[in-house]
T-cell receptor
Framework: KNEVEQSPQNLTAQEGEFITINCSYS?????LHWLQQHPGGGIVSLFM???GKKKHGRLIATINIQEKHSSLHITASHPRDSAVYIC???????????????FGQGTILTVHP | ETGVTQSPTHLIKTRGQQVTLRCSSQ?????VSWYQQALGQGPQFIFQ???????GRGNFPPRFSGLQFPNYSSELNVNALELDDSALYLC?????????????FGPGTRLTVL
Protein backbone atom coordinates (compact mmCIF):
# COMPACT_ATOMS: atom_id res chain seq x y z
CA LYS A 1 0.00 0.00 0.00
CA ASN A 2 1.34 3.42 -0.98
CA GLU A 3 1.96 5.88 1.83
CA VAL A 4 0.00 8.51 -0.12
CA GLU A 5 -3.21 7.62 -1.93
CA GLN A 6 -5.23 9.95 -4.13
CA SER A 7 -8.74 9.62 -5.44
CA PRO A 8 -10.09 9.67 -8.00
CA GLN A 9 -7.31 8.77 -10.44
CA ASN A 10 -9.23 10.35 -13.32
CA LEU A 11 -11.86 13.06 -13.13
CA THR A 12 -13.90 14.59 -15.93
CA ALA A 13 -16.06 17.65 -15.32
CA GLN A 14 -18.07 20.24 -17.19
CA GLU A 15 -17.05 23.86 -17.00
CA GLY A 16 -18.48 25.49 -13.89
CA GLU A 17 -18.67 22.35 -11.78
CA PHE A 18 -17.31 22.11 -8.24
CA ILE A 19 -14.46 19.63 -8.07
CA THR A 20 -12.98 17.73 -5.14
CA ILE A 21 -9.79 15.68 -5.17
CA ASN A 22 -8.90 13.64 -2.10
CA CYS A 23 -5.61 12.59 -0.55
CA SER A 24 -5.07 10.12 2.28
CA TYR A 25 -1.78 9.28 3.90
CA SER A 26 -0.79 6.60 6.35
CA UNK A 27 2.14 8.08 8.29
CA UNK A 28 2.93 11.11 10.41
CA UNK A 29 3.70 14.17 8.36
CA UNK A 30 5.08 17.62 8.94
CA UNK A 31 3.44 19.22 5.89
CA LEU A 32 1.30 18.38 2.87
CA HIS A 33 1.59 19.94 -0.58
CA TRP A 34 -0.85 20.19 -3.44
CA LEU A 35 0.88 20.51 -6.79
CA GLN A 36 -0.32 21.07 -10.34
CA GLN A 37 1.41 19.51 -13.33
CA HIS A 38 0.55 20.48 -16.90
CA PRO A 39 1.38 18.43 -20.01
CA GLY A 40 5.08 18.94 -20.66
CA GLY A 41 5.94 18.29 -17.06
CA GLY A 42 6.46 21.52 -15.14
CA ILE A 43 5.15 21.39 -11.59
CA VAL A 44 3.64 24.37 -9.81
CA SER A 45 3.13 24.38 -6.07
CA LEU A 46 -0.46 25.34 -5.21
CA PHE A 47 -0.52 24.97 -1.44
CA MET A 48 1.55 23.82 1.49
CA UNK A 49 -0.51 22.92 4.57
CA UNK A 50 0.21 21.66 8.03
CA UNK A 51 -3.24 22.36 9.48
CA GLY A 52 -6.62 23.87 8.71
CA LYS A 53 -7.55 25.40 5.41
CA LYS A 54 -6.04 27.64 2.75
CA LYS A 55 -7.72 29.49 -0.12
CA HIS A 56 -6.26 31.04 -3.25
CA GLY A 57 -8.67 32.31 -5.85
CA ARG A 58 -10.93 29.44 -6.86
CA LEU A 59 -8.79 26.86 -5.12
CA ILE A 60 -9.32 25.68 -1.54
CA ALA A 61 -7.22 23.11 0.31
CA THR A 62 -8.11 21.54 3.64
CA ILE A 63 -6.33 19.09 5.88
CA ASN A 64 -7.49 16.96 8.80
CA ILE A 65 -4.40 15.82 10.67
CA GLN A 66 -6.28 13.41 12.95
CA GLU A 67 -7.92 11.64 10.00
CA LYS A 68 -4.75 11.87 7.85
CA HIS A 69 -6.76 13.31 4.98
CA SER A 70 -6.64 16.35 2.74
CA SER A 71 -8.89 17.67 0.00
CA LEU A 72 -8.34 20.06 -2.87
CA HIS A 73 -11.45 21.85 -4.09
CA ILE A 74 -11.85 23.85 -7.29
CA THR A 75 -14.88 26.09 -7.51
CA ALA A 76 -16.36 27.15 -10.86
CA SER A 77 -14.00 24.89 -12.79
CA HIS A 78 -12.64 26.02 -16.14
CA PRO A 79 -10.98 24.14 -19.03
CA ARG A 80 -7.66 25.80 -18.13
CA ASP A 81 -7.81 23.89 -14.82
CA SER A 82 -7.22 20.68 -16.80
CA ALA A 83 -3.99 19.22 -15.44
CA VAL A 84 -2.64 16.53 -13.15
CA TYR A 85 -3.06 17.38 -9.47
CA ILE A 86 -0.59 15.74 -7.14
CA CYS A 87 -0.63 15.45 -3.37
CA UNK A 88 2.77 15.17 -1.70
CA UNK A 89 3.67 14.84 1.95
CA UNK A 90 6.75 15.48 4.01
CA UNK A 91 7.14 12.53 6.33
CA UNK A 92 8.02 13.31 9.90
CA UNK A 93 10.92 11.10 10.96
CA UNK A 94 11.63 11.93 14.57
CA UNK A 95 13.15 15.31 13.91
CA UNK A 96 15.48 14.13 11.17
CA UNK A 97 13.16 14.79 8.26
CA UNK A 98 15.14 16.57 5.56
CA UNK A 99 12.26 17.76 3.46
CA UNK A 100 11.93 14.68 1.23
CA UNK A 101 8.56 14.67 -0.50
CA UNK A 102 6.54 11.48 -0.96
CA PHE A 103 4.05 11.82 -3.78
CA GLY A 104 0.66 10.39 -4.60
CA GLN A 105 0.11 9.02 -8.07
CA GLY A 106 -1.79 12.10 -9.20
CA THR A 107 -5.34 12.84 -10.34
CA ILE A 108 -5.87 13.62 -14.01
CA LEU A 109 -8.50 16.36 -14.28
CA THR A 110 -10.17 17.20 -17.57
CA VAL A 111 -12.66 20.07 -17.66
CA HIS A 112 -14.79 20.31 -20.79
CA PRO A 113 -16.26 23.60 -22.04
CA GLU B 1 14.08 36.81 -9.14
CA THR B 2 14.62 33.91 -11.53
CA GLY B 3 12.90 30.58 -10.95
CA VAL B 4 14.35 27.10 -11.08
CA THR B 5 15.74 26.19 -14.49
CA GLN B 6 16.83 22.83 -15.87
CA SER B 7 18.82 21.78 -18.90
CA PRO B 8 18.52 20.17 -21.30
CA THR B 9 14.77 20.02 -21.89
CA HIS B 10 14.90 16.72 -23.69
CA LEU B 11 17.62 14.10 -24.09
CA ILE B 12 17.91 10.80 -25.91
CA LYS B 13 20.57 8.29 -24.89
CA THR B 14 21.26 4.62 -25.49
CA ARG B 15 21.55 1.89 -22.90
CA GLY B 16 24.92 1.85 -21.14
CA GLN B 17 25.69 5.51 -21.74
CA GLN B 18 26.11 8.17 -19.07
CA VAL B 19 24.09 11.37 -18.72
CA THR B 20 24.40 14.64 -16.80
CA LEU B 21 21.38 16.79 -16.05
CA ARG B 22 21.64 20.33 -14.69
CA CYS B 23 19.57 22.45 -12.37
CA SER B 24 19.92 26.09 -11.37
CA SER B 25 18.21 26.85 -8.09
CA GLN B 26 16.07 29.87 -7.41
CA UNK B 27 17.95 32.90 -6.17
CA UNK B 28 18.59 32.68 -2.41
CA UNK B 29 17.96 28.92 -2.23
CA UNK B 30 20.71 26.63 -0.92
CA UNK B 31 18.92 23.29 -1.13
CA VAL B 32 18.19 21.24 -4.25
CA SER B 33 16.19 18.01 -4.41
CA TRP B 34 16.02 15.69 -7.41
CA TYR B 35 13.04 13.52 -8.36
CA GLN B 36 12.38 10.90 -11.04
CA GLN B 37 8.90 10.70 -12.55
CA ALA B 38 8.13 7.69 -14.71
CA LEU B 39 5.24 8.00 -17.15
CA GLY B 40 1.90 7.92 -15.38
CA GLN B 41 3.47 7.86 -11.92
CA GLY B 42 4.09 10.38 -9.18
CA PRO B 43 7.65 11.63 -8.73
CA GLN B 44 10.09 9.57 -6.62
CA PHE B 45 12.73 11.21 -4.44
CA ILE B 46 16.31 10.56 -5.63
CA PHE B 47 18.40 12.74 -3.29
CA GLN B 48 18.82 16.18 -1.80
CA UNK B 49 21.84 18.47 -1.68
CA UNK B 50 22.36 21.17 0.93
CA UNK B 51 25.39 23.44 0.92
CA UNK B 52 27.28 21.14 -1.47
CA UNK B 53 26.71 17.96 0.59
CA UNK B 54 24.25 15.12 0.03
CA UNK B 55 21.59 15.56 2.71
CA GLY B 56 19.36 12.54 2.16
CA ARG B 57 18.84 9.85 -0.44
CA GLY B 58 15.94 7.80 -1.70
CA ASN B 59 15.93 4.21 -2.89
CA PHE B 60 18.12 4.67 -5.97
CA PRO B 61 21.31 2.74 -6.85
CA PRO B 62 24.79 4.32 -6.61
CA ARG B 63 24.91 4.86 -10.38
CA PHE B 64 22.68 7.86 -9.61
CA SER B 65 25.00 10.51 -8.21
CA GLY B 66 24.95 14.22 -7.79
CA LEU B 67 26.88 17.37 -7.15
CA GLN B 68 26.07 20.80 -5.82
CA PHE B 69 28.27 23.77 -6.63
CA PRO B 70 29.17 26.85 -4.54
CA ASN B 71 26.46 28.84 -6.36
CA TYR B 72 24.01 26.07 -5.27
CA SER B 73 23.32 24.87 -8.79
CA SER B 74 23.30 21.10 -9.05
CA GLU B 75 23.94 18.18 -11.37
CA LEU B 76 22.42 14.73 -11.51
CA ASN B 77 24.61 12.08 -13.10
CA VAL B 78 23.38 8.67 -14.15
CA ASN B 79 25.88 6.02 -15.24
CA ALA B 80 25.26 2.80 -17.16
CA LEU B 81 21.84 3.92 -18.32
CA GLU B 82 19.04 1.35 -18.35
CA LEU B 83 15.78 1.42 -20.29
CA ASP B 84 13.86 1.96 -17.02
CA ASP B 85 15.75 5.21 -16.46
CA SER B 86 13.54 6.79 -19.12
CA ALA B 87 11.57 9.38 -17.17
CA LEU B 88 11.04 13.05 -16.44
CA TYR B 89 13.70 14.28 -14.01
CA LEU B 90 12.63 17.16 -11.83
CA CYS B 91 14.67 19.32 -9.54
CA UNK B 92 13.26 21.52 -6.82
CA UNK B 93 14.97 24.18 -4.76
CA UNK B 94 14.13 25.55 -1.34
CA UNK B 95 15.51 28.19 0.98
CA UNK B 96 16.75 25.49 3.37
CA UNK B 97 16.19 21.76 4.01
CA UNK B 98 13.63 22.53 6.73
CA UNK B 99 10.49 20.50 6.31
CA UNK B 100 8.43 23.68 6.59
CA UNK B 101 9.94 25.37 3.56
CA UNK B 102 8.20 25.23 0.23
CA UNK B 103 9.97 23.57 -2.69
CA UNK B 104 9.93 25.26 -6.09
CA PHE B 105 10.10 22.96 -9.09
CA GLY B 106 11.88 23.33 -12.40
CA PRO B 107 10.29 22.39 -15.74
CA GLY B 108 12.05 19.03 -15.84
CA THR B 109 14.32 17.16 -18.23
CA ARG B 110 12.73 14.35 -20.20
CA LEU B 111 15.24 11.53 -20.67
CA THR B 112 14.62 8.73 -23.16
CA VAL B 113 16.88 5.68 -23.07
CA LEU B 114 16.80 3.50 -26.18
Amino acid sequence: KNEVEQSPQNLTAQEGEFITINCSYSVGISALHWLQQHPGGGIVSLFMLSSGKKKHGRLIATINIQEKHSSLHITASHPRDSAVYICAVRLYAGGTSYGKLTFGQGTILTVHP
Amino acid sequence: ETGVTQSPTHLIKTRGQQVTLRCSSQSGHNTVSWYQQALGQGPQFIFQYYREEENGRGNFPPRFSGLQFPNYSSELNVNALELDDSALYLCASSISPSTYNEQFFGPGTRLTVL
